[in-house]
């Protein structure tokens, strides 16, 4: 027994270093855009107040979900990741094994819907929000709850934001995807027209994509504007077709 979904993409935003227009996002998806190194992104657009809460996972977060330039205090939202902000975490976990008292800020920070709760402020949006982890496959999961929230309440509109950055050093050589920061916006639509896409997942245990992480997958494929998209992510497969746009 299958899962199936339809969904409809409104708009998108994505932030990686060095790729920020149209025409750098087009070259990134044909292969041809240089990785430059890891940057921390900008905050300037933020109160001074709430920069100073923002670790490097957090402002690449927000500013993905800013560029969609839109009127974001009116959306549900669904902020997802493999890993959460791992980092603040690891430092948190050193913290405690010395002995040291820790740090409330980091504290925060590790907790997995910190973003999502940055976001509510920042925006003043007091609407309903789900954080959501599903291992490779986080994006689909997030996709789908976005889905359900869409057809069960009579919101327009519902943001799918999903954020990783490169692991800490310990934990380099498990990650096969090495994965970079990024950073990925989707802004899904009930009623309004947009790139309108249907979703299919299956049980399969085939080897999973290791190439990179699944959200960069996905965004190069809408970027090429393929038909069909099929991943594998060690225990569904899933496949995409683009209907409309």
């Given at each position: 027994m299958g899962i199936?979904v339809?969904?409809?993409i409104?708009?998108?935003?994505?932030?990686?270093?060095?790729?920020s227009?149209?025409e750098e996002?087009?070259h990134?998806?044909?292969?041809?855009?240089?990785?430059?190194?890891?940057?921390?992104?900008?905050s300037?657009?933020l109160?001074?107040?709430?920069?100073r809460r923002?670790s490097?996972?957090?402002?690449?977060?927000?500013?993905?979900?800013y560029?969609?330039?839109?009127?974001?205090?009116?959306?549900?939202?669904?902020?997802a990741?493999?890993?959460?902000?791992?980092h603040?975490?690891?430092a948190?976990f050193?913290?405690l094994?010395?002995h040291d008292?820790p740090?409330p800020v980091?504290?925060?920070?590790?907790v997995?819907?910190?973003?999502?709760?940055l976001?509510?402020?920042?925006?003043?949006?007091?609407?309903?929000?789900?954080?959501?982890?599903?291992g490779?496959s986080?994006?689909w999961?997030?996709?789908l709850?976005?889905?359900i929230?869409?057809?069960?309440?009579?919101?327009?509109?519902t943001?799918?934001?999903i954020?990783?950055?490169p692991?800490?050093a310990?934990?380099?050589?498990?990650?096969k995807?090495?994965?970079?920061r990024?950073s990925?916006?989707?802004?899904?639509s009930?009623d309004v027209?947009?790139?309108?896409?249907?979703g299919?997942?299956?049980?399969?245990?085939?080897?999973?994509h290791?190439?990179?992480?699944l959200?960069?997958?996905?965004?190069?494929?809408?970027?090429l504007e393929?038909d069909t998209?099929e991943y594998?992510?060690g225990r569904?497969?899933w496949?995409?077709n683009?209907?409309s746009?």
């Amino acid at each position: 027994m299958g899962i199936h979904v339809s969904l409809s993409i409104a708009a998108w935003a994505a932030w990686m270093p060095g790729v920020s227009t149209e025409e750098e996002w087009a070259h990134w998806a044909q292969g041809t855009q240089s990785n430059p190194q890891d940057e921390v992104p900008p905050s300037s657009y933020l109160p001074l107040r709430m920069r100073r809460r923002l670790s490097a996972f957090n402002k690449s977060t927000l500013l993905s979900v800013y560029k969609l330039d839109t009127e974001l205090e009116h959306v549900r939202s669904v902020f997802a990741s493999r890993h959460g902000d791992l980092h603040t975490a690891v430092a948190l976990f050193e913290q405690l094994a010395n002995h040291d008292k820790p740090s409330p800020v980091n504290f925060t920070r590790s907790v997995f819907n910190n973003s999502q709760g940055l976001f509510s402020i920042a925006t003043h949006n007091h609407h309903p929000g789900t954080a959501v982890s599903g291992g490779r496959s986080s994006l689909w999961y997030a996709l789908l709850e976005a889905a359900i929230q869409l057809q069960s309440s009579e919101e327009i509109y519902t943001l799918v934001n999903i954020s990783d950055e490169p692991l800490p050093a310990m934990y380099q050589p498990y990650d096969k995807e090495n994965t970079p920061r990024y950073s990925l916006s989707l802004l899904l639509s009930r009623d309004v027209e947009g790139l309108l896409l249907q979703g299919f997942a299956e049980p399969d245990s085939r080897e999973p994509h290791d190439s990179e992480p699944l959200p960069l997958f996905f965004l190069r494929w809408l970027l090429l504007e393929q038909d069909t998209l099929e991943y594998y992510d060690g225990r569904l497969r899933w496949e995409w077709n683009r209907l409309s746009s």
